[in-house]
């Protein structure tokens, strides 16, 4: 059996042979070929939100929708939520394979060393609203460190690219406690480093007048949980971003700030504070019914948490999720909302609406309430995950950098505005 593609355009009788490769990857640039006469551009895909198109070869993230399965580096997700940390499955997914001791001691070392920010950061952060949403302080913060460290602009060598690499996973917590500080208006906390990654961050969230924060450990690990489901997705809007911002050979910084601006939209990284907000504005039990019609009446209104892009049968991260929430609210108390989100899961399981377009639960149906049941307000969310995509994101952009298939990312469009004419005095328009 031969591994090629002939393909007979009917426009002129003519057929061609393109070689199919991997399994079932034709490269769209061998459609070009395909030409009605010379003057044509040839035949071109049209993929507005790139279902079908592979934009890059990665090693990172395999994710199978439809049998649920998700995997860092082939590690599957249930078996590093069970047994891992956040820092040792970032270290996995930077470098590939587990660390031994010694190799996950000086990362931790690395990544601790660089948690404090530089005093001028404080004062840009200083200089935001009062009411700044979090994750606008965050991103544009991220961004703003390209100007702090220009040696980032050096994204071919590969020690200026490892020390912004331990940049960014160590200091986007503190830039996050303190967009949260900020915002009500307390004073900034120091890292503590004797603390772990996922402790100290609630040490520079939470404390208060103590001369050490005491974590609780519970709260510490469902926290470690939710970074290491959240690290990495393959090649979701987010990381899309930071891959084509990248392409254009921009320092990571300025490419994460792109990143972290996609992960803000209510789709994406947005979705858990949305789902929050639809929770309490249901209210009670008793109003999920009318909800559920109102989402099926197609109005615009979605059950946020609900449906994936790519997860057609159930996300793997949401079941794990569940598990930590219970874990959770055995600490701080059950949070309220989660009747409801109860039952709106159990109507949206057994309805044909959903069950019929495969909406099932997603990891953000139940993330916002253990955030919500742990003290985050929910502008904090997307930052949440935010800190925990930061890994996933720059593994991804240096995996597209050293890729020596990489150019400048430049879709192609299909024009339909107006033909060519001529400029209109302003008289005569
Ligand atoms: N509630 C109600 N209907 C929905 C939902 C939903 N949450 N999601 C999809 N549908 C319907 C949609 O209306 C469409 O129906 P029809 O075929 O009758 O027009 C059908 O299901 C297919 O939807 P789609 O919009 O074509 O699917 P998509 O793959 O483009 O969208 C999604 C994926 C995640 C954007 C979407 O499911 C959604 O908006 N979900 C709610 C937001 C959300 O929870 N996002 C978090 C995603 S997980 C975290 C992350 O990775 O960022």
Known sequence: MADTLTITDNRTGKQYEVPVAEGGVIRATDLRQIKTDKDDAGLMTYDPAF???????????????DKGILEYRGYPIDQLAEHSTYLETAYLIMFGELPTDAQLKTWTQDITLHTMLHENIKKLMEGYQYDAHPMGVFLSTVGAFSTFYPDAKQIFDEQSRKKQIHRLIAKVPTIAAYAYRHSIGRPYNNPDNDLSFSGNFLNMLFKMTELKYKV?????????ILFILHADHEQNCSTTAMRVIGSSQADPYSAMAGAAAALYGPLHGGANEAVLRMLKEIGSIDNVPGFIKRVKGGEGT????????????????????????Y????VTGKNPLLDIALELERIALEDEYFVSRKL??????????IYQAMGFPVEMFAVLFAIARTVGWVAQWEEMLLDPETKIARPKQ???GATTRDYIPMSNR
């Open 51 to 65: 279902m079908n198109t592979a934009a890059c070869r990665s090693r990172i993230t395999y994710i199978d929708g």
């Open 216 to 224: 609780n450990p519970v709260l510490e690990r469902a926290l470690d």
């Open 302 to 325: 979605r059950l946020m948490g609900f449906g994936h892009r790519v997860y057609k049968s159930y996300d793997p991260r949401a079941k794990i999720i569940k598990k930590t929430a």
């Open 327 to 330: 874990e959770v609210f055995e």
């Open 360 to 369: 099932y639960p997603n990891v953000d149906f139940y993330s916002g309430l």
């Open 414 to 416: 299909l024009y339909e």
